[in-house]
């Protein structure tokens, strides 16, 4: 019988500094049959060329599919467009700056075959820096896995270490281009139409630096995760159009959506709230407001207070 055909996509945006080692940790992987694609995002610095030089001096037998792009279009739209490139039901996420390790498309590919519901499968990562050293992991890390993710209402797959099947965009469609990262909205789109697996073993190494989106802009760490919290908005604003065409395909599991529904509203709220808190201090007399004079808001609040100190 003939093994399954994958794809392992590198997406790269100005990562000259660990290019060569991502390209030849992709270039080394062990399984067969596989596609390669490379695209790059009008880089500015050599991380094109870069990309090219191995490539054009690499003679196995993966097939290599090479995209740059003529001008930025940011990460969502370089992604969609990543993906429509693809010939193959099953595409596994790898950034410019971070490393797969050998043997990762073939553990995912043992995982996947196991199970024809799943949408999604993700795996542990080891932490590095910018000059490859290893950074200790939060205490939690390992909580990541596919029991918990398909538990909760709404998944989170980090997006260096997760692979998706097409459908998540044969389905939904391509990405709002508004979208800073996939790591919230390609696992619930997964959810919402198969299931989440997971590989229980660290298959990436991934980098945390200055210039990649783990990286801080500004020393003012409560500034830079207001910043982030806010970039995060466009997220709920997909889920919430990715869950109505759920809707109109699956009218059976309207209860369980309902709550999702509920979920996203209030995981929205929260996040425009506190993060404008920080980012607007003129605008914090209407955020008072707004949230002494909204039940639905006041709802959000509260649940969101007790679900904190349950945590803790």
Known sequence: MEKTRYTLLVTCYNFERFIRDTVRAALAQT???LDIIFSDDCST?????IIE??????????????NRNETNIGFAANLNKSYAL???DWVINQSGDDISLPTR???YAEVIEKNPRLRCVGAWYEAIDGNGEKKSMPPNWKQLNSSNCNKVLIPMVIGVVAAYHMDVFRVFGPMSTQVWNEDSVLPFRAKLIGEIGWVDEVLVQYRFHDANMSGGKTDNQRLRIATYTNRRLPYFYQQMIDLYVAERLHPERGAEFLRMRRRIEDE???KWLVSNWTLHPK???RLVCDLLFSVSHLRAFFIKCVARLLRH
Do not use: Q
């Open 105 to 107: 498309v073939e553990r």
């Open 53 to 66: 030089e191995e490539v054009a001096a690499y003679k196995g037998p993966h097939h290599i599919i090479l």
């Open 86 to 88: 693809a010939r193959t």
């Open 31 to 33: 399984y067969e049959p």
């Open 268 to 270: 929205a709220y929260i």
């Open 283 to 285: 605008w914090r007399f």
């Open 45 to 49: 610095d050599r991380s094109w060329a």
